[in-house]
């Protein structure tokens, strides 16, 4: 049992790291990028890799039409996306290929272009309106009022009934994700897991109005859907990475950023002041969102960033004017900003603490060797976790127990080979406090038990060390 006691006291020490934080943030070592020079304004940015899109209005006439447009940070190359005199707005990138929405035909519809063929592609048809739209690889999400009636007014709030569709553009097939007549807003995806807030269980929705939701997630690979978190603002943008989500809530009178976790099942809170922070993204162990302590009441937003990894909150803008994250990619953090007297797309690329690009460079022998040496390690621990699955069949076990057990190191094993050793440490550790459960229900031999519980514990200290 001492095992099992120190995974869970081990866990609870995590979530107390990640909740506490610091007082005061650092501000983030870095080079800031002024992406956007024109004087007109630009808006609503988002980047994969080195492209970075965005909302502009450079070749409008007031706010009746926007274009969207990309830069390409390797070759310094602006492009113009868009042409036509409409609307679009929310862009979003993965990959080659840029989604938005667009009101040329009259209506709210879902748009595609293709970098790589320099194509664009009308996804939806139908008279009504669709909006919000979120990319992952060839899958496409957005919400649809075709169904339950739902519309964008004139300053584009949405009202009424919506459903989260979703779009395969390698196969051009799509899905109803959600049957329900209630209000949803802002879907995202990552692999097969597309979450939203979602009304069923509150108030109706009406144009500019805010009210309380659940947070829901599909699994495609499952077709399962899950109510994750309930009181979440319908104004809340959801975001997720892996098996974590993000979001902004309202629960203690100000809006705070909190986080949950898909393995573990747990919410953890990770702003704490009585400021309000808003938008959250994320991208592998660190969370961006826009934040207004520093400023009076609305005044003054900047943007910070939450390490999950160091438990160290970092300040990215510092500029007395007005920030709002937009996005995050990698070691580069992408935002709006008006200290120009218009709004630009502005990129703050961090540094690693005390290193310098030539340091880094002298180390990179270094980090390749230690890479290979944790790729060998994962490897054999991989190997490890097979001798102990063909133990576990040999022995003489019920199926069911038996099959519960493959199941779980099944699922290590998937994780270990995906990279992702967190996950991989905390599912044996699930593994082993089953196998406790089971010997003290008398499915498994005490010896047996003893042997699968040591092994476990061996392979667990492996993968920890690398």
Not at 51 to 57: H, P, S
Not at 87 to 108: F, H, M, T
Not at 218 to 241: F, H, K, M, N, W
């Amino acid at each position: 049992m001492k095992i099992k006691h120190m995974l869970i006291i081990c866990f609870f020490i995590s979530l107390l790291l990640i909740s506490t934080g610091t007082a005061t943030a650092a501000v983030a070592e870095g080079n800031e990028t002024k992406i956007t020079a024109d004087e007109a304004d630009q808006s609503n940015s988002a980047i994969f890799g080195d492209i970075i899109v965005w909302e502009d209005y450079r070749n409008a006439d007031g706010y009746e039409s926007t274009d969207i447009y990309a830069y390409d940070l390797s070759t310094g190359k602006e492009m113009r996306i868009t042409n036509n005199t409409s609307l679009k707005y929310s862009p979003v990138i993965y990959g080659d290929k840029i989604a938005w929405e667009d009101n040329r035909n009259g209506n709210w519809d879902i748009y595609v272009y293709n970098l790589s063929t320099s194509t664009e592609t009308r996804i939806t048809r139908n008279e009504f309106d669709q909006y919000a739209p979120s990319l992952y690889e060839d899958k496409l999400v957005w919400l649809d009022g075709r169904h339950g009636g739902g519309s964008l007014d004139a300053d584009h709030w949405p009202e009424g009934n919506w459903d989260v569709f979703m779009y395969n553009l390698s196969t051009s097939t799509g899905i109803r994700i959600t049957k329900n007549e209630s209000w949803k807003t802002f879907p995202a995806i990552y692999e097969d897991k597309i979450i939203w807030v979602d009304g069923r269980n509150g108030e109706p929705l009406y144009s500019h109005q805010i009210v309380d939701g659940d947070l829901y997630m599909y699994d495609l690979s499952t077709a399962q859907e899950t109510s994750l978190v309930s009181g979440v603002s319908s104004d809340a943008r959801p975001d997720i990475y892996k098996d974590r989500i993000v979001w902004e809530d309202d629960r203690n009178r100000n809006s705070d950023i909190y986080m949950y976790d898909l393995v573990t099942s747990t919410e953890v809170q990770i702003t704490d002041n009585e400021a309000e922070q808003w938008r959250p993204a994320l991208y592998e162990d660190r969370i961006i969102w826009t934040d207004y302590r520093n400023g009076n009441g609305w005044d003054n937003p900047d943007i910070y960033m939450y390490n999950l990894s160091t438990s160290e909150e970092m300040q990215i803008t510092t500029s007395e004017s007005e920030q709002w994250a937009d996005d995050i990619f990698g070691d580069r953090v992408v935002w709006t900003d008006n200290r120009n007297g218009n709004n630009d797309i502005y990129m703050f690329t961090l540094r690693a603490s005390g290193e310098t690009i030539e340091e880094k460079a002298a180390k990179k022998e270094t980090v390749e060797e230690k890479t290979d040496k944790k790729e060998l390690s994962k490897m054999n621990s991989v190997e490890e976790l097979k001798k102990l699955k063909a133990h576990v069949n040999s022995l003489d076990m019920e199926p069911s127990a038996k099959n519960l057990l493959n199941a779980k190191l099944r699922y290590t094993i998937k994780s270990l080979e995906a990279g992702d050793t967190d996950t991989a440490m905390v599912k044996l550790g699930f593994y082993i406090e089953c196998v406790l459960i089971m010997e003290a229900e008398g499915r498994i031999e005490s010896e047996d038990a003893d042997y699968i519980i040591s092994e476990a514990k061996r392979i667990f200290d492996m993968i920890e060390s690398s």
